[in-house]
T-cell receptor, first 113, second 112 residues
Framework: AQSVTQLGSHVSVSEGALVLLRCNYS??????LFWYVQYPNQGLQLLLK??????LVKGINDFEAEFKKSETSFHLTKPSAHMSDAAEYFC???????????FGTGTRLKVLA | DTEVTQTPKHLVMGMTNKKSLKCEQH?????MYWYKQKAKKPPELMFV???????INESVPSRFSPECPNSSLLNLHLHALQPEDSALYLC???????????FGPGTRLTVL
């Protein structure tokens, strides 16, 4: 069965610092991978997706993620954190052939002034 | 139109009430989903509709009854809910299998 692990339920960074949110997946075949952001009492917004084209994926708001098959990882980065980036971030894997997303447990990002 | 809309935004109901949640999308997506999200947890899949037919039911209690009247509309009928059913209910849609899902803003449900 597929699974997603997000290391670090809480991450704090200073404004302007690098953001790194970790995601590892387990899958017998390369899955589709996604990062979503959720602001309080709102729905999930897609940041970026990996669907086996380029391994380095660029998303909205200067976020990017790199798919590393050897490490089964899909970590999310942003060069410079902004106060508005404070939110909950979810990594998700989608099994090819089903509609199901498997979500990670989420990482709450706090940005310090 | 690239958004999923959900109504109402907030809903408070008693355990004997019957209410419905509504979700709508006009992106031509053929798959639609209901999720339940408790505080500080990831969304949990409840139902999936594909081409207006129920494709997946994640063993959801019968007090939750989904309905897909047409390809743009998804309802969730609620009856005899329990306080533990209080949560954020999210609707999502996607164009094809395993493609990215687009989420609505959710309905915050409180069961008294």
């Amino acid at each position: 069965a597929q699974s997603v692990t997000q290391l670090g339920s809480h991450v704090s960074v200073s404004e302007g610092a690098l953001v790194l949110l970790r995601c590892n997946y387990s899958s017998s075949v390369p899955p589709y991978l996604f990062w979503y952001v959720q602001y309080p009492n709102q729905g999930l917004q897609l940041l970026l997706k990996y669907t086996s084209a380029a391994t380095l994926v660029k998303g909205i708001n200067d976020f990017e993620a790199e798919f590393k098959k050897s490490e089964t990882s899909f970590h999310l980065t942003k060069p410079s954190a902004h106060m508005s980036d404070a939110a909950e971030y979810f990594c998700a894997v989608s099994d090819r052939g089903t509609y199901k997303y498997i979500f990670g447990t989420g990482t709450r990002l706090k940005v310090l002034a | 139109d690239t958004e999923v809309t959900q109504t109402p935004k907030h809903l408070v109901m008693g355990m004997t009430n019957k209410k419905s949640l509504k979700c709508e999308q006009h992106m031509g997506h053929r798959a639609m989903y209901w999720y339940k999200q408790k505080a500080k947890k990831p969304p949990e899949l409840m139902f999936v509709y594909s081409y207006e037919k129920l494709s997946i039911n994640e063993s959801v209690p019968s007090r939750f009854s989904p309905e897909c009247p047409n390809s743009s509309l998804l309802n969730l009928h609620l009856h005899a809910l329990q306080p533990e059913d209080s949560a954020l209910y999210l609707c999502a849609s996607s164009q094809q299998i395993a493609n990215e899902q687009f989420f609505g803003p959710g309905t915050r449900l409180t069961v008294l």
